[in-house]
């Protein structure tokens, strides 16, 4: 017996797009539409726009493919690079995305990081205070880099096993060299620092709403976006649990750094209060090239030179 085919209408229906893809295209398209209104760089913008288009047409689900293939199926994909690929494997393993609930004013760290196997609430608290830490990305550099071990309770053996989930998570190889590696120079992370406060101070910065102690829901919160010395920044003031009581939260800021493959990494200047350097301003972790940079060092000193663009005196 034969079977006659039901005919095919003339208009095929679109291809649906797998769950986790269309999901995680959603969040870059809304990152992508937060960084236009606060006015970040276009060719920033335009690659998250890219990535969506990306993940879109492709055939195949996200978690399938990093499942198969991992952190290099992910890079195989046309405007995916090192950067993007790290975002969709914390969409995947997280559910949240860092960098666009920072956007949004949302960004939480200590719930981030209890998405860590083995992380609760108190250790997440820690993990933030003192390392200083806001991203996954910036946690996994202070892991590699063996600040680990010094948070209280930590040991060798729990490290190493955030270690491995964070690997899991980002993807541990990279076809570019880690921002960990290569950071902006000290004097490139204190123009930026003094541009934000500057503007800030002048109310001439986009503010948005944090979720985080404001009970008020007052948008005070100003978002700086620049691209200087080939880095792309986002700085703010940091709205954490440590700033709140030390009343530092017009004081510490925040930057936020990426690399032309949209790798993040983070740095958070202050001003100091005692030492060779109070009443400075100081990128935490870097005092050492800071205080070069003070003393005219030649070795601190050529980030924004090289990049062609100057820069006053670092404020005080």
């Known amino acids: 017996m034969v079977v006659a085919e039901h005919p095919r209408p003339a208009t095929e229906p679109p291809l649906a797009i797998p769950p986790h893809n269309a999901a995680v295209a959603a969040r870059l398209r809304q990152a992508a539409e937060l960084l236009e209104q606060q006015g970040a760089n276009p060719f920033r913008v335009n690659a998250y726009r890219r990535g969506a288009e990306t993940l879109e047409r492709l055939p195949i689900g996200l978690a399938e493919l990093v499942s198969r293939e991992g952190q290099e199926g992910l890079l195989r994909l046309p405007g995916i690079g090192p950067g993007l690929a790290a975002a969709v494997r914390e969409m995947l393993h997280t559910g949240r995305w860092s960098l666009l609930q920072r956007l949004r004013g ?15 609430p108190e250790l997440a608290r820690r993990l933030h205070d003192h ?15 063996g600040h680990l071990e010094e948070v209280p309770g930590v040991g060798p053996r729990r490290a190493a096993a955030i270690r491995l989930a964070l690997g899991s998570m980002l993807g541990q190889r990279r076809l570019e060299p880690p921002v960990d590696e290569a950071q902006p120079w000290i004097d490139l992370l204190l123009a930026v620092d003094g541009e934000y406060r500057d ?38 003031y940091s709205n ?9 939260t017009r004081d510490w800021v925040v930057l936020y750094f990426y690399d032309p493959a949209h790798q993040e990494g983070q740095a958070t200047v202050v001003t100091e209060t005692r030492g060779p350097l109070a ?38």
């Open 106 to 120: 949302a960004a939480d760290p200590e719930a981030l990081f209890r998405t860590l196997p083995g992380v609760g």
């Open 131 to 145: 390392l200083d830490v806001e991203s996954l990305e910036a946690l996994e550099v202070a892991a590699h880099r």
């Open 199 to 236: 503007r800030a101070l002048a109310d001439a910065l986009p503010t948005i709403t944090p979720h985080r102690f404001n009970p008020q829901g007052a948008a005070w919160l100003p978002v700086l976006h620049v691209t200087r010395g080939g880095w792309s920044f986002t700085a703010l």
């Open 240 to 248: 954490t649990a440590q700033a709140h009581r030390l009343g530092k």
């Open 279 to 316: 009443g400075r301003r100081v990128v935490r972790g870097r005092e050492r090239e800071c205080k070069a940079f003070y003393a005219g060092g030649a070795a601190a000193t050529s980030g924004a030179a090289a990049a062609g663009w100057g820069i006053d005196s670092p404020r005080r």
